[in-house]
């Protein structure tokens, strides 16, 4: 079993930052392919970004350009960089992880792929 864990969310005014993690733990200890997703009230779950096997990213296109995903230091650990955020990001923000993936399209993925999913982290953008 594996559990996410995810933390850094919050709220800000538009145009504000935050820096999201993720952090993956448990059993079978391997480096698994995570994620990021968020939900917004009434809306469906949607991709946002992702590293890829070959160290490719890949972003929703309303993020393109103000959010950035990245590995930690140690294995199985995910973030992402918020920048310039509007209202339209306010959602709960999930991280996801799965063993057998290699590559996404974020924005195409059906979320029901993923194996584990973290309980979410809420960010409450203001205008």
């Known amino acids: 079993q594996v559990t996410l864990v995810e933390s850094g969310g919050g709220s800000v005014q538009s145009g504000g930052s935050l820096r999201l993690s993720c952090a993956a733990s448990g059993s079978p200890d391997i480096p698994y392919y995570m994620a990021w997703f968020r939900q917004a009230p009434g809306k469906e779950r949607e991709g946002v970004a992702a590293i890829n096997s070959d160290g490719s990213t890949t972003y929703a296109e309303s993020v393109k350009g103000r959010f950035t995903v990245s590995q930690g230091n140690t294995k199985n650990t995910l973030y992402l960089q918020m920048n310039s955020l509007q209202p339209d990001d306010t959602a709960i923000y999930y991280c996801?992880?799965?063993?057998?993936?290699?590559?996404?399209?974020?924005?195409?993925?059906?979320?029901?792929?993923?194996?584990?999913w973290g309980q979410g982290t809420q960010v409450t953008v203001s205008s």
């Open positions: 996801a992880a799965d063993s057998s993936l290699q590559s996404v399209v974020i924005g195409k993925v059906d979320p029901s792929i993923f194996e584990y």
